[in-house]
């Protein structure tokens, strides 16, 4: 069965870079979850979106933005890296109605040098 | 405000042996996952649940809405169950609100 795909893995940046990372969710999910789990931390929720909206808002930076687009895939776009960002970021995708079973994706760990 | 609270924090124990991780919550919620990091890895996620109990393999999760409880049963543990074990909880649809963790060590 399809699961969530986060890509890349593994994303090694300098400083006030840019990056960007993806979330494929699994089809016919319409929601999608952002976190980010530093090392030795607990996951913090950064951002959701539900059909293509914005739905929920945690503690994302200024520095980030993300959106989620018409294939339901959402992008987390982060600029001005900073040595703190380096985390593992995962995204969780739902269907919104039904109360159904949240899907995790593997992750994508960002090392900020 | 919505609370998910674990314990115990750190768990160690000898290879065999039945381990019980606790999971409790502040208001009613609509489901709890279990889920399990191994050491620099993703996160996989083991059960959901809105009530009653599940099974799978040597893992059993079980959710007293009552109580707003959950707990996660490893019997017969081994050292490659040795990982982080998060439960998160859904209150209503909003994001998921994840515990502390509970990192547990079988020992061989």
């Known amino acids: 069965a399809a699961g969530v795909i986060q890509s890349p893995r593994h994303l090694i940046k300098e400083k006030r870079e840019t990056a960007t990372l993806k979330c494929y969710p699994i089809?016919?999910?319409?929601?999608v979850y952002w976190y980010q789990q530093g090392p030795g931390q607990d996951p913090q929720f950064l951002i959701s979106f539900y059909e293509k909206m914005q739905s929920d808002k945690g503690s994302i930076p200024d520095r980030f933005s993300a959106q989620q687009f018409s294939d339901y895939h959402s992008e987390l776009n982060m600029s001005s890296l900073e040595l703190g960002d380096s985390a593992l970021y995962f995204c969780a995708s739902r269907y919104w109605a039904g109360n159904t079973e949240a899907f995790f994706g593997q992750g994508t760990r960002l090392t900020v040098v | 405000k919505n609370e998910v609270e674990q314990s115990p924090q750190n768990l160690t124990a000898q290879e065999g042996e039945f381990i019980t991780i606790n999971c409790s919550y502040s208001v009613g919620i609509s489901a709890l996952h279990w889920l399990q990091q191994h050491p620099g890895g993703g996160i996989v996620s083991l059960f959901m649940?809105?009530?009653g109990k599940k099974k799978h393999g040597r893992l059993i999760a079980t959710i007293n809405i009552q109580e707003k409880h959950s707990s996660l049963h490893i019997t017969a543990s081994h050292p490659r169950d040795s990982a982080v074990y998060i439960c998160?909880?859904?209150?209503?649809?909003?994001?998921?609100?994840f515990g502390t963790g509970t990192r547990l060590t079988i020992i061989p």
């Open positions: 998160a909880a859904h209150f209503g649809n909003e994001k998921l609100t």
């Open positions: 089809p016919r999910h319409d929601t």
């Open positions: 649940l809105s009530s």
